[in-house]
């Protein structure tokens, strides 16, 4: 079962911070957070493999609650190259290996 | 270092037809293989996923096939093509083992006509 997004969608205004939320309604092992841009193949940002596990790479970190099933994907001081949409993938502890994708959050950033 | 081939990159193709997509990995050896589809302004919808030759997981019915007659291609494959087949076409592979980032190929276009 997919895990669920939201936003669906989100516009900002450069310098501004978003969070994307990604959960799931399954024990997960592990939560993959990409990006695509339009027309392209996803880029993977960072995997979060333990619960309460945080990330970052540049200004863009996240965390995940393992115990809630979900995980969150900040975003601060967001810069133009920011645009585009973030999935989160997860692989549940009953399907490892198999990594399933929410629909997506379409983020904007605005001069 | 590892790379990942799908082709073609864009396809057109009329109601009925047969469909073959293909990808495969260099560089690396008994790879977790994916097909993913993006329908327009859709999430990735996983297909097919497979673990080692001759193992398919198929996730969604449908009257598309996936084989994986090598250990680094997979083979997305439709004998009668649907209006509804159409969409963005993903391959991706990731190493052998759970919990490790996944590689997307740079997809195919299929529009059905």
């Known amino acids: 079962q997919q895990p669920v997004q939201s936003p669906q969608a989100v516009i900002l205004r450069e310098g501004e911070d978003a969070v994307i939320n990604c959960s799931s309604s399954k024990a997960l092992y592990s939560v993959h957070w990409y990006r695509q841009k339009h027309g392209e193949a996803p880029v993977f940002l960072m995997i979060?493999?333990?619960?309460?596990e945080q990330k970052g790479h540049e200004k863009i970190s996240a965390s995940f609650n393992e115990k809630k099933q979900q995980s969150s994907l900040y975003l601060t001081a967001s810069q133009l190259s920011y645009s585009g949409t973030y999935f989160c993938?997860?692989?549940?502890?009953?399907?490892?290996?198999?990594?399933?994708f929410g629909q997506g959050t379409r983020l904007t950033i605005n001069p | 270092s590892q790379t990942i081939h799908q082709w073609p990159a864009t396809l057109v193709q009329p109601v009925g037809s047969p469909l073959s997509l293909e990808c495969t990995v260099e560089g690396t050896s008994n790879p977790n293989l994916y097909w993913y589809r993006q329908a327009a302004g859709r999430g990735l919808q996983l297909l097919f996923y497979s673990v080692g030759i001759g193992q398919i997981s198929s996730e969604v019915p449908q009257n598309l096939s996936a084989s994986r007659p090598q250990d680094r291609q997979f083979i997305l494959s439709s004998k009668k093509l649907l209006l509804s087949d159409s969409g963005f076409y993903l391959c991706?592979?990731?190493?052998?083992?759970?919990?490790?980032?996944?590689?997307f190929g740079q997809g195919t276009r299929l529009t059905v006509v």
């Open positions: 979060l493999l333990k619960g309460g």
């Open positions: 991706a592979w990731s190493p052998g083992q759970k919990n490790t980032e996944a590689f």
């Open positions: 993938g997860t692989e549940s502890i009953q399907g490892a290996q198999k990594l399933v």
